[in-house]
């Protein structure tokens, strides 16, 4: 099947906005899209257009593979010294007996829990204690090279090492560069939240800004790490603010190369302080993700988080761009059940998985945290 054809068939139509057929255009011929050209799709592109134009790049990509990997998470604490509004995890330190704090040894538990699991990856992040510290980590990440040398440690965002590095007295280089040698191997993509100042101050005033973050994945970046960025949408921002947003991660990546993932986050409403602000319908959260695909260029891979936006609509975003579902959670996470997703227990095993990806006749691929395919579950019958 030429899959040019529906493409074309869009940009063949009578009355066609102008600027929807050069946006078009330019992702028929591999040509990038200005910010314009992505708030156009935004505001004005039906979603069998930009799915359209989206799948057209996720197949040039990546064909019908559908990564995932295995993975565990440590969440350290949900005790945190900032407030960010959409937060429904998080207890402020004033009210810590109401959160949890792990010790080192009850993080080094959960590890060995795995031990006769296939996992390639521990997926470390959770709020900032003010006693739990860059050398309380550096030390918790070589127990868990000593116990486990070949498990991937992708951990902490920017909003925790930049309060952690400072309080440590040492500049992003030396921090990073610790933690590093420590054998932190890559960092995930949380804390991005939206960069534009505008909605920042109104939604997490007090945490490390835009700058701040993107110096933090420009220093990993220069260490030989890789990294994923995420962005929370569908609250208080406009549509200019996201393009944005993916405007700087654009250039930090044509700089470093070091992102591997995009991740677009959907702001849940349940129990925090902005749960007056609607959700975004499902119509929009594809709508995201198709321009995702499509602007972010040079990332090599777009990623749903299927706790947050459910199995079925994560199943969808595979015709929207999407090419990565994440992992095999297990239910040590607590983000985003406490912020009303559907998935109160976010435990899917490695079948659940591949069957979902095979009834939408993509390929499951299972990969490691840098991408290398580990298993192809192949094409044909659902394994359920
Ligand atoms: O930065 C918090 C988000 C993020 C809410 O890199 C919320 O592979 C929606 O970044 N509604 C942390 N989102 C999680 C994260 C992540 C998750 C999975 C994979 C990877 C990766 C990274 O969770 C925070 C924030 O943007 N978040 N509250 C909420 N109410
Ligand atoms: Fe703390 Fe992270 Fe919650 Fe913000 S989102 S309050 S930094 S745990």
């Known amino acids: ?47 069998p257009f930009v799915g359209a134009l989206a799948n057209l790049v996720r197949e040039r990509l990546h064909g019908d593979n559908t990564y ?14 900032f407030s960010c509004k ?15 704090e792990l010790s080192a040894e009850q993080m080094m538990d959960i590890v ?16 900032v ?27 902490f965002t920017p909003v925790e090492l930049d309060y952690m590095i400072r309080k440590a007295k040492l500049s ?10 420590a054998g932190l191997d890559s960092l995930p993509g949380g804390g991005a939240e939206i960069f534009h100042p505008e909605i920042r101050q109104q939604i997490c005033d007090d945490k490390v800004d835009a700058e701040g973050w993107l110096r933090i994945h420009e220093v990993a970046h220069a260490l030989g790490m890789h990294s994923n960025a995420t962005m929370l949408y569908g609250h208080i921002e406009k549509y200019w603010h996201r393009i944005d947003h993916m405007k700087r991660l654009r250039d930090l990546q044509d700089k470093t190369g070091g992102f591997n993932t995009f991740i677009p986050l959907k702001f849940r409403n349940s129990n925090n302080e902005m749960s007056h602000v609607p959700e975004s319908s499902v119509i929009e959260d594809m709508k995201m993700y198709a321009v995702a695909r499509l602007f972010m260029d ?45 998935e109160q227990n976010p435990a899917m095993n490695t079948n659940e998985l591949v069957a979902l990806i095979k009834q939408v006749k993509r390929k499951p691929v299972e990969r ?17």
């Open 368 to 384: 490691d945290t840098l991408y290398h395919a580990i298993k192809d579950y192949g094409l044909e019958t659902a394994i359920l």
């Open 1 to 47: 099947m030429d899959r040019n054809l529906p493409v074309e068939r869009f940009l063949g139509q009578q009355g066609l906005l102008p600027g929807l057929r050069i946006a078009g255009e330019k992702i028929l011929n591999t040509e990038r899209l200005s910010e314009e050209d992505g708030l156009v799709l935004f505001e004005k592109a039906s979603l």
């Open 129 to 155: 204690h003010p006693k739990m510290n860059l050398h309380f980590f550096a030390d918790l990440m070589r127990q868990i090279k000593a116990h486990r040398p070949e498990l991937h440690i992708k951990g």
């Open 86 to 100: 959409f937060c429904s995890y998080s207890r402020l330190y004033a009210h810590r007996e109401e959160g949890w």
């Open 172 to 181: 992003v280089e030396e921090g990073m560069k610790l933690m590093h040698e």
């Open 68 to 81: 995932f990997n295995r993975n565990f998470h440590i969440e350290p604490t949900n005790v945190c010294v």
């Open 298 to 342: 040079n990332f090599p891979h777009l990623k749903a988080y299927w706790p947050m936006l459910g199995r079925q609509n994560a199943q969808l975003t595979l015709s929207f761009g999407v090419n990565d579902m994440d992992g095999t959670i297990d239910d040590t996470t607590k983000i985003y059940s406490m912020a009303g997703s559907e």
């Open 112 to 127: 060995r829990s795995y031990d006769n699991k296939p996992v390639t990856e521990v997926h470390i992040v959770g709020g």
